[in-house]
């Protein structure tokens, strides 16, 4: 991915002049020179040049000359900025700056129970069928100044921003506009400068997607069908949003991610269709540093660092996650933790609700760790360089406009003071600099003879006035000054005294009038000049925060597990081959794969675990599962085999640790059951730690979700207008799309069948990602998967493969699958089950505990499966209890959720049994595996142990201290203690666990 | 003539056994009319006693005999003597807070009478809706659970619960404690919202409000007088002299600590909390110090928060029993309610032996109903709730219950799964472990 970001750099060349007025002159004309010198001055003319001493000239809002022995035109006004520093003024290439927020539909119509099923676009047009992709869509054409918004952007040292129409998937063009207060037109600098990707809907009140992993299947189609369009010369149809789509790949891409990981997904995306995105992220990209260091994207980061959670109150606290308090710690070392990787990335003001923020937090980030060199280049350099408009801004050059900063100091120094921001040539006061430096301790003589200690305190522009009006007695007073007056007044005796004057030079004098109405002259001299308080401030160390995790979530670690070769002496092994079950037993494994098992083996000098009265299984494999995800289904259409479970599959779950200590250590993450086709799935093994690449099941084989029944037809949805509502128009849905995916298939083999030469003369078949996987199907590149309960479906679906040549490969929850086990032995489906659930809706009235006994009887292939965060914790209990419920053997039992999972899944070449040269994913069990008294002593996953009994335990303890240091930290710097005690309270809100189960049609983008 | 007259009568036959197989529950079984003597097995006594080779009589419903079978007396000649060597004996199972007979089928509304509309609901009763013809309850008690304390639900008062024993005729039948709790819901802290990684925690702004209406009805009750009529006020009368329990079911540290204080301060005389999980562990002094037995909140659960033990749910039994604290067990999910003596057994890896796992289901939950002079345990005197089984009933690799008696009646163990599980191994030609 990372050399498709050079291309970002040479694709945009903008030429620009300064904008002309074009009116009539109206009156009498008044065009000036515009022409200004600031001499003496530091000039820092870009993040890595700073000359001392040097002049700069604008004239008509550019720079025409920087540097020592510039020649001063003498028709300049000339500036003296002894002292001062000059700097380009920053850039934000992330905003909605001058874009009126209409409001979105309410998300609450998106919820399961009160949501309108909305199937077609709401947007009149020659445009997509998703009103969700705008890619039309031009900020320009929504573009107002806004006063009061480019006012906050100045103060906090920005002349330009990139703004753009937040609305939808494919957002369209954005534009850069310079922050002064003139007409539009002289304002915008360019109005095509970036176009923009996200994943949230915004207007659109569409059912589809309904998941994210819909949102990438949208785009995905969308630019294949942009491609088709681009290509196709017979097509029949006008698209506007598919020119746009293809017109906008000129343009820099900035893509809005949800979390880093989604960040990692969306770079899978960057690849796959060859579009350099630049990320907009979320800060918490220190959390997964290595693997976005390597996708090579660029970054804006926006500096929202949490708040401190409140947490003073023990019972309060208790509810903060853990990765919250790491979090609020350790994001404001992300900037600098990034710069130190070199990677490319600017700052952003989104997400901050004041953006006098941005300056406490950008200082906050050089405090931990981001050198002043790279947050200058990120504000000024780097922007510029991503939107490829280097000749315009982001430097203090010849040519370039006149955007920049007049500070007092360096601008990272805490006590720096903004005085000027200039934009396109335009002067916008800040702070005064005018404004003479009062600190300091006076003494006032009236002529009464009176005199008075007074203290100024504060900054120019905001002063403060202490006042000793007796021995022992201090009163507040009120202080105003301007560059020349100045007006004091304090209580004395409860009555006030109120004076005004002027300053000139030193002196400070003037006349005022005391409480009973004399008047007096007065003048102040000042004893001993202020010095700044925050100085102190700025010295304290820094205590060394806490180490980032991996997962970042409790029960993360540090390190990721180590592997060792290692030997567990004298168990009882449950090889589920021919050996049997062996008492007394070794299992030997090195480079994490089984090396020997038996007796008395020679184990050589590895790592010893003692197994004695122990049981040692193959880890447990289940077929059914919805953790590790961030969503299920994409419940919108009954038809969606275009998603991919792999495009949301989250690493930091904490159910994948849960469930290794239940002794699992592969699992096969599905689509839902809300559609007759859901999606694709992905297989993973638990390495809890590892980043979504690490965790996936090296060369899987495919499977497509499939379901039947009451949730497909959406039955325990109070309205639903979606077809099919009947088993019968299940069938009819997927006889249908099986139907035209077979036409498809055709399609495509006749133009692949065609010479080059007569490809070139006859345009592609559109590229359909639905129907290319169910092709896969066809082609058993992927296998049927299908959610089924009463045996009229079960028949039905396994008839209807058939029909279509494709084996009903697996058979899931098919709680009367014993009804028709015959059939299913014929026609060789496999059995995916619970043990006993049953009753919990009418289509498992007949679910029964002997089910997978009577199909395993029959010849079926059973496993047993969880479907459940919380019973995949447990599966060799649910196995154990097929002892009971139809006699199968132990063994037979042990295999329902381990080797029989492994060939339904066509990983039983490398797991599922104790053999050598399969992968080590073993189980050391402290009783028998199929007891309620047995739990996990150890999980391996190949070899390397994912969890540990006795170290669960210490790791709860030190999360413990972990917390607890952290909450110490939030109090000693008074984030805690503000809102607990007392006084007004914030209504506290924190994050909750949430679990995604199987039938949640819940769209993605609900926030309340 | 004859022919067809034997036709009808294989007609009827045939019809019944349809009937009976598939539309009905089994019948309940007759009073004990003669006396019974199991011999040989090792008895779990329910008081952490085990006695091996036991001899367990009783007639008239009540156990007349447990000890040695050898020290069995003459007296118990004339009893029918079942041999049980090798099984198991224990005392028939309790589940505590479960909707068996209220609830049928999750996804179905109308076969659903658990959960009541409105916010206070004292006067509402249990008993009178609960279906002794349910699917779900031969399935249960073929597993050992023979007596349920069935609970309403809904609102913030749900209303009264009673104890059931599992082989009815009709409710009247089943009621083995009438009315014996009120159940109370208290208002939560937090409620959740939003979706997926947005999912928080935010402060229920009623919390103050829902409090105050509680605090009315209980004081308006306490005071009541008869009238002006009133069933609310009048069901609420047992928990102020203690011939009700409180049931207080509170989900956070902070509302455990404020519902408890509150039903004392309100001169209510016996309080069980339900629902006790990480949090109420948390408290467990206090718990200790105002005497509140516990239900432990179901242990098929996720431990309660991402940074929870990660065995939490598991080791609830054994860390309340830590504390000296009474505590039994319940199981959520009705219909699987069967499941109840595994996740008794699920505790012992966590530090409980094996008889006081068991007694989270015998002892404990009879102590907390007020029924251990009649259930809970084998001991002379009580009623003859027994079960027979194969092997160690706790764990479900060996619980196998071949026989069960309800006041001493022997209970007919067939229920729905094994009926279609006879019909289908049959259909195939399977052989039938059952």
């Known amino acids: ?1008 | 003539m004859k022919t067809t007259f034997k036709n009808i009568i294989y007609t009827i036959l045939l019809l019944g056994f349809a009937y009976s197989t598939f539309a009905q529950v089994p019948s309940p079984a007759s009073e004990q009319d003669h006396g019974i003597v199991l011999i040989g097995a090792k008895a779990h006594i329910g008081t952490g006693d085990v006695i091996e080779n036991s001899a367990i009589a009783f007639d008239n419903g009540k156990i007349a005999f447990v000890g040695k079978a050898d020290e069995l007396g003459n007296q118990f000649s004339g009893y029918e003597k079942i041999d049980v060597t090798g099984k198991e004996v224990y005392p028939g199972l309790i589940i505590m807070q479960s909707q068996l007979g209220l609830a049928e089928i999750g996804g179905v509304r109308a076969t659903l009478d658990n959960s009541e509309t409105g916010e206070l609901n004292p006067s509402v009763r249990s008993c009178v809706a609960y279906n002794t013809d349910s699917e779900i309850i031969p399935v249960t008690r073929s597993n050992g659970v023979l007596l349920a304390q069935v609970i309403p639900q809904g609102g913030m008062i749900c209303g009264l619960s009673s104890v059931m024993n599992l082989d009815a005729w009709n409710y009247e039948d089943a009621l083995y404690k009438t009315d014996e709790g009120m159940w109370l819901n208290w208002p939560s802290y937090y409620s959740r919202r939003g979706y997926g990684s947005n999912r928080t925690l935010q402060e229920n702004k009623l919390y103050a409000d829902e409090v105050k209406k509680l605090e009315k009805i209980f004081s308006d009750a306490k005071v009541y007088k008869g009238t002006p009529a009133n069933s609310k006020l009048a069901a609420m009368q047992g928990i102020f002299d203690g011939s009700t329990i409180l049931y207080i079911q509170a989900d956070y540290v902070k509302t455990i600590i404020e519902s408890i204080s509150f039903a004392k301060k309100m001169g209510v005389r016996k309080i069980v909390l339900a629902g006790a999980d990480e949090d109420a562990l948390m408290v467990k002094d206090f718990l200790k110090e105002n005497e509140i037995p516990v239900i432990v909140a179901p242990i098929h659960r996720l431990p309660k928060r991402k940074d929870s033990y990660t065995k939490a749910p598991y080791e609830m039994a054994a860390r309340f029993k830590d504390a000296g604290i009474l505590a039994a067990l319940t199981y959520d999910n009705t219909t699987n309610s069967a499941n109840l003596p595994f996740v008794a057994g699920h505790g012992v890896p966590y530090g409980l032996t094996k008889e006081e796992a068991l007694q989270t289901v015998t002892l404990n939950p009879a102590k907390i109903l007020g029924i251990e002079d009649r259930a809970g345990t084998l001991e002379m005197g009580k009623d003859a709730h027994i079960v027979v089984s194969d092997g160690d009933l706790l764990d479900m690799r060996t619980n196998k219950v071949t026989l069960a008696f309800i006041n001493g009646r022997n209970v007919d163990l067939d229920n729905k799964h094994k009926k279609l599980y006879r019909k289908f191994a049959t259909k195939y030609g399977q052989e039938i472990t059952e």
């Not at chain 1, 494919?170 to 922050?179: E, K, P």
């Not at chain 1, 700044?532 to 997962?551: F, H, M, N, Q, S």
């Not at chain 1, 050589?604 to 969503?631: C, F, K, Q, R, Y």
């Open chain 1, 1 to 1008: 991915m990372k050399k498709l970001y050079c291309l970002i750099v040479t694709i945009a060349f903008f030429t620009f002049t300064h904008a002309q007025n074009l009116s009539p002159v109206l009156g009498v004309g008044d065009e000036r020179p515009e022409v200004y010198a600031f001499i003496n001055a530091t000039v820092v003319v870009d993040y890595q040049t700073e000359i001392e001493d040097a002049a700069m000239v604008i004239k008509k809002g550019k720079i025409t000359g920087v540097g020592k022995n510039i020649v001063i035109p003498d028709n300049a006004v000339v500036f003296d900025l002894e002292g001062k520093y000059i700097y380009p003024s920053f850039v934000d290439l992330f905003t909605e700056y001058g874009i009126e927020k209409k409001s979105l539909g309410t998300s609450a119509s998106r919820s399961y129970f009160s949501r309108q099923q909305v199937f077609d676009s709401k947007i009149d047009g020659p445009f997509y069928w998703n009103d969700a992709i705008k890619p039309y869509q031009s900020a320009i054409e929504e573009f107002h100044v806004n006063s009061k918004d480019a006012e906050d952007f100045r103060k906090a040292g920005f002349g330009a921003v990139v703004t753009q129409k937040n609305d939808g998937i494919m957002r369209g063009i954005s534009a850069l506009v310079a922050l002064t207060d003139e007409d539009e037109e002289q304002v915008v600098l360019s109005g095509k400068v970036a176009c923009g990707y996200s994943f949230d809907k915004g207007n659109s009140q569409m059912n589809y997607p309904g998941s994210l992993m819909g949102a990438f299947a949208l785009i995905r189609q969308t630019f294949y069908d942009a491609e088709w369009y681009d290509s196709d010369s017979d097509k029949n149809v006008f698209d506007a949003s598919l020119e746009a789509v293809t017109e906008n790949k000129s343009l820099p891409s900035v893509f809005q991610v949800r979390d880093k990981i989604n960040l990692l997904d969306v770079a899978r995306l960057s690849d796959e269709f060859n579009i350099p995105f630049v990320m907009k992220g979320n800060g918490d990209e220190y959390q997964l540093l290595d693997e976005i260091v390597s996708t090579g994207a660029p970054l804006i980061l926006p500096l929202n660092f949490p708040e401190a959670p409140d947490v003073d109150d023990p019972y309060k606290a208790i509810l903060v996650p853990f990765e919250d308090l790491k979090h609020w710690e350790l994001a404001p070392y992300n900037p600098g933790r990034l710069a130190d990787k070199e990677v490319e990335f600017s700052f952003t003001t989104e997400g901050l609700k004041d953006k006098k923020q941005f300056r406490t937090n950008l200082l906050k980030a050089i405090k931990c760790g981001l050198s002043k060199r790279d947050a200058l280049k990120a504000l000024t350099e780097t922007p510029v360089k991503l939107i490829g408009c280097e000749n315009m801004l982001g430097s203090l050059e010849d040519g370039k406009l006149a955007n920049f900063l007049v500070t007092s100091s360096e601008i990272f120094d805490p006590e720096c003071i903004v005085y000027e921001n200039w934009v396109q040539g335009r002067k916008y006061v800040i702070t005064d600099s005018r404004l003479p430096d009062l600190k300091g301790e006076y003494t006032l003589a009236l002529s009464n003879d009176e005199h008075f200690d007074l203290v100024i305190e504060g900054k120019p522009g905001s002063y403060s006035l202490k006042v000793k009006t007796e021995k022992d007695k201090t009163e507040s007073g009120t202080i105003s000054v301007s560059e020349n007056l100045i007006y004091l007044s304090f209580p004395k005796d409860k009555k006030w005294v109120r004076l005004s004057g002027w300053m000139e030079d030193k002196a400070i004098e003037g006349t005022g009038v005391l409480p009973q109405g004399k008047n007096v002259t007065w003048e102040m001299t000042l004893e001993k000049a202020g010095k700044d308080k925050a100085r102190k401030k700025k010295d304290e160390k820094l205590t060394e925060p806490g180490k980032v995790i991996y997962p970042f979530v409790a029960y993360g670690s540090e390190m990721k597990p180590q592997y060792k070769d290692f030997v567990i002496k004298n168990a009882t092994v449950w090889t589920l081959e021919d050996e049997g079950i062996i008492e007394n037993a070794d299992v030997l494994v090195k480079n994490g794969k089984i090396a020997q098992f038996g007796k008395n083996i020679n184990a050589g000098n590895v790592w010893e675990i003692d197994g004695t009265g122990m049981h040692i299984t193959p880890g447990i494999i289940d077929e059914h599962s919805h953790m590790a995800l961030s969503g299920t289904n994409e419940g919108s259409h009954a038809i969606t085999s275009e998603v991919r479970m792999r495009d949301v599959l989250n690493p930091e779950d904490a159910t994948i640790y849960r469930q290794l200590a239940g002794g699992v250590t592969c699992s096969h993450l599905l689509h839902g059951s809300a559609n007759p086709i859901g999606g694709q799935s992905v297989l993973i093994k638990l390495r809890w730690g590892g980043n979504p690449e690490e965790m996936l099941v090296k060369n899987q084989v495919g499977f497509l979700k499939h379901a039947l029944g009451e949730n497909v037809k959406q039955s325990r949805m109070p309205t639903s207008e979606r077809f099919p509502l009947t088993r019968m128009g299940v069938e009819q849905s997927i006889r249908d799309v099986y139907a035209r995916a077979k036409e498809y298939q055709q399609k495509w083999e006749a133009y692949d069948a065609l010479s080059e030469a007569e490809k070139l003369k006859t345009p592609a078949p559109r590229k359909d990602l639905q129907l290319d996987a169910i092709v896969d199907e066809f082609n058993e590149k992927s296998f049927m998967v299908c959610h089924t309960y009463v045996q009229s479906e079960t028949n039905m679906i396994m008839r209807l493969a058939q029909e279509f040549d494709i084996i009903p490969h697996t058979l899931i929850h098919n709680t009367e699958g014993y009804k028709v086990a015959d059939k299913m032995a014929e026609a060789g489906a496999a059995g995916s089950v619970f043990s006993d659930w049953w009753n919990y809706k009418y289509e498992v009235i007949d679910a029964i505990a002997y089910n997978a006994a009577i199909q395993s009887n029959e010849g079926v292939l059973v496993c047993i499966n969880s479907d459940d965060a919380e019973m995949g914790r447990r599966l060799n209990q649910e196995a154990g209890k097929i002892v009971k419920y139809g006699g199968l053997s132990e063994i037979e039992a042990i295999k329902l959720v381990t080797l029989n999972p492994a060939k339904i899944l066509h990983l039983d070449d490398r797991m599922g049994s104790i053999k050598v040269g399969k992968d080590a994913d073993l189980v050391l069990w402290t009783d028998h595996p199929l007891s309620v008294y047995a739990m996990p002593s150890k999980t391996f996953v190949d070899g390397t142990v994912y969890y540990d009994k006795e170290k669960d335990k210490e790791m709860h303890n030190s999360i413990q201290e972990e917390r607890s240091r952290i909450i110490n930290k939030i109090l000693a710097e008074g984030g805690g203690s503000k809102k607990g005690l007392g006084g007004s309270r914030s209504p506290m809100r924190v994050n909750d666990q949430f679990i995604y189960d199987d039938e949640d049609i819940t769209d993605y983008t609900i926030d309340e």
